[in-house]
Nanobody
């Protein structure tokens, strides 16, 4: 059974940093495409960053040069380093995994999801 558990969310001031973690169980992260997504109140879920099996990455334009996605295969954990945070980054952040997808930011392409961790950025 595939399980994803996010952690690391919290409240920070604009310009601050947070690192989100997503601990995976039931499958090796090295064999799955994984991604980070976010959803703000009243808005659709959107892709933030994706990482393929081989480590290739892709980012939404809104977070390029500020966020970095990575994974530790030995720890079976996905990370999202978020720097220079802005109030508009405030959202619930989710990690997701898929065994078929190569890489992508479309939420509909991912099969497995975590429960989310809240990130709040104040101005």
């Amino acid at each position: 059974q595939v399980q994803l558990v996010e952690s690391g969310g919290g409240s920070v001031q604009a310009g601050g940093s947070l690192r989100l973690s997503c601990a995976a169980s039931g499958y090796p992260v090295s064999n799955y495409a994984m991604g980070w997504f976010r959803q703000a109140p009243g808005k659709e879920r959107e892709g933030v960053a994706g990482i393929g099996r081989g480590g290739s990455t892709t980012y939404a334009n809104a977070v390029k040069c500020r966020f970095t996605i990575s994974k530790d295969n030995a720890k079976n954990t996905l990370y999202l380093q978020m720097n220079s945070l802005k109030p508009e980054d405030t959202a619930m952040y989710y990690c997701a995994a898929d065994p078929v997808l190569r890489i992508g930011l479309d939420p509909g392409s991912y099969r497995y999801w975590g429960q989310g961790t809240q990130v709040t950025v104040s101005s």
